[in-house]
């Protein structure tokens, strides 16, 4: 049965041992640490079935010319998927979608391979590719002449032993079918696809999902539910507005500003001076998170709409948001002018569709700005016009502008790899840091912060600041995990996924008193938010969020493919409709949360929504 490993070479021996082992081994990494399946049992079933291919149908292959390459490119490709998804979920949390693939249209001129080698890739990488080394010197070394017509001679007769390990095989992926969609539920394909990849992946496998992933996306159609109304209860405020009149209101998206940094200090040098002192005259959240479930543009759709992102959705390309209550559209009835800035191409992340949809007056973007005449000299220009100049040049704009506006505006220096800021501009007390990435991320993000100093200096000899509505927070976490510094210091976990990210929130205006609040709450969470600060009462139906002024703690969710719940500080994830804690933050510790049945009611019906919602018709074409 196994005859033709007796008559292999030492170094064909190697080479298969590679491939068995190496295959398996990074198969199970994503079906179990990237895709998160729910069933061992589905998985016990696959490893057979593909143990037995691999041991009949593929290894006696590299015993020949011909078959050895196709083993040899088969597995370089196959590595090439891994690795893809494995530096994906390092950074995102999730594994790398066809939407993810093909997205890059939509990235200007960002370079994601700077920040894979300068930001996501590490040392122990190596030994996730060390196995395609050893086999590329073995292949390269090996004696193509030697057996040239195995691989015709060997299969032009497939002998009896194949036939019944063919068979086997067959009824044991079938078996494996049957009884992994019976326990998940005995969903169709295309309710499992809504379900969660988790549930598709441990169904069907994830090369099927690409398939159907490629095919949602030419003709989403064919796999959306109808549609249906918010599962939640009718949102109303209270009506008692907090600041008076109606406020100028300017918010900032601040790139990868971590919450650790608020007050932080290193060598006796704040990150953030300006922004810290801000603390004394604001209100500040100090258990905000981020949504960043796809990337940055998460953060200002979840703003703008007050809806959870959801993973395979690509929110600005993939919907009409011309249908989706917008708070600026509200704004706008309420006699504002609303306007965008950022410094970017206006096609970063397709927001030059997305915010005149969402009813933006004006959108004011890399092409609205000039690159030549500027206060602060920056070589590279990857990410478009600095901070710094953004926020100078932006105050020309505004003083064009009808009153009272809305002014959202969106910061780029503090983009990975961090290495967008003046020379000139280093902050001494952080060039001792021996880690190049730590040290250009204090220096960017110390850049900002005098950007952001300046233009509040700007807006006071304007006469515009104290009749303003301030609103502070990041699109996400620096995602820095260094000895010199990591940001990612609040959860202890116990599975391997992506914390949520924990970011600030500044909230300031004459009218509001300083203070800190500890609610924990999330971006989704602002549009309702400033509505109150506002005094408007009814607020759209479809919005998911809730006042953060009403201090009640609730359940955050985070829809990666394997949702996420924080509540009092314990982060769960859903998995065969049970909740499973799978961290918790350091500072409170491990504790019980009850969650009633009306909170986990109300939980799977606003998961179910938002699939809904995202997966239904109103996809471009």
């Known amino acids: 049965m196994f005859g033709w490993w007796t008559d292999f070479s030492k170094k064909e021996k190697y080479m298969a041992l590679i491939v068995f082992f190496g295959f398996l081994f990074k198969y199970n990494y994503l079906l179990f640490r990237i895709f998160y399946v729910p069933s061992i049992l589905g998985g016990l079933l696959r490893n057979l079935g593909l143990a037995l291919v691999l041991i009949f149908f593929i290894l006696p292959l590299i015993r020949g010319k011909r078959g050895r390459r196709w083993v040899f490119i088969g597995y370089i490709l196959f590595s090439i998927i891994f690795m893809a998804n494995y530096w994906y979920n390092a950074y995102f949390g999730n594994y790398l979608s066809f939407s993810d693939m093909i997205m890059g249209q939509g990235t200007g001129r960002f370079s994601i391979v700077e920040v894979l080698f300068r930001h996501i890739i590490s040392l122990v990488d190596i030994l996730f590719i060390l196995d395609i080394i050893l086999l590329s ?5 090996s004696d193509f002449k ?35 969609s019976s326990l998940l539920g005995g969903y169709t394909p295309g309710e499992l696809y809504r379900e969660g990849t988790a549930y598709f992946v441990n169904v069907y496998g994830f090369i099927p999902l690409y398939f159907v992933e490629m095919y949602a996306y030419l003709a989403p159609y064919q796999l959306q539910p109808d549609k249906a109304a918010p599962p939640w209860e009718e949102r109303r405020l209270d009506g008692e507005s907090v600041v008076s009149g109606k406020p100028n209101i300017i918010v900032i998206q601040w790139e990868s500003l971590d919450e650790k940094l608020i007050n932080y200090d290193y060598n006796g040098q ?16 100090n258990n905000f998170y981020a949504q960043h479930v796809n990337g940055s543009f998460d953060a200002d759709f979840s703003f703008l709409t007050s809806l959870y992102p959801v993973n395979r959705n690509y929110a600005y390309r993939e919907n009409r948001l011309e249908e989706f209550s917008s708070l600026v559209r509200i704004l706008n009835e309420q006699g504002y002018s609303t306007l965008a800035f950022h410094g970017n191409d206006r096609e970063f992340f397709h927001r030059n569709k997305a915010f005149p949809e969402l009813g933006f007056d004006r959108f004011y973007a890399r092409d609205d700005y000039s690159l030549e005449d500027t206060y602060m000299e920056v070589e590279k220009t990857t990410l478009g016009i600095n901070d710094y100049d953004f926020f100078k040049q932006s ?8 009153q009272p506006f809305f002014g959202f505006f969106i910061t780029v220096t503090s983009h990975t790899p961090f290495d967008f800021y003046p020379p000139e501009e280093q902050v001494e007390a952080f060039k001792d840091i021996d880690n190049q990435l730590v040290e250009d991320f204090f220096h960017s993000i110390a850049f900002t912060d005098k950007a952001l100093e300046m233009f509040f200096s700007e807006l006071e000899a304007r ?30 976990l116990e599975r391997n996924i992506k914390q949520p990210h924990h970011i600030p929130l500044i909230i300031k205006h004459p009218d509001i008193e300083p203070g800190i609040i500890n609610t924990t709450g999330t971006i989704t969470d602002l549009a309702p938010t400033i509505l109150d600060l506002l005094g408007i009462r009814n607020i759209p139906d479809e919005f998911a969020g809730w006042s953060l002024l009403e201090e009640k703690e609730r359940p955050v969710l985070f829809l990666h493919e394997a949702p996420q719940i924080l509540y009092r500080d314990q982060l769960y994830i859903i998995e065969q409709d049970e909740f499973i804690r799978v961290g918790y933050r350091e500072q409170t510790g491990k504790q019980e949360v009850d969650f009633s049945e009306e909170q986990k009611s109300d939980i799977y019906a606003t998961i179910d929504y938002m699939r809904q919602l995202f997966f239904m018709d109103r996809r471009r074409h």
Do not use: C, M
């Open 270 to 285: 704040k990150p953030v001076p300006f922004t810290s002192t801000l603390l004394e005259e604001s209100l500040y959240f």
């Open 146 to 180: 030697k057996k040239k017509y195995f691989f015709k001679k060997e299969f032009s007769g497939f002998n009896k032993v194949r036939k019944t390990v063919l068979l086997l095989v067959i009824v044991i992926i079938f078996s494996q079918i049957l009884i992994t």
């Open 395 to 402: 105050l020309d704009f505004i003083d064009q502008t009808e």
């Open 137 to 141: 010197g073995l292949y390269i070394k």
């Open 463 to 492: 006469g515009l600041k104290e009749d303003t509505l301030f609103l502070i927070y990041s699109d996400h976490e620096s995602a820095i995990e260094e000895e010199e510094y990591t940001s990612f210091r609040d959860f202890n």
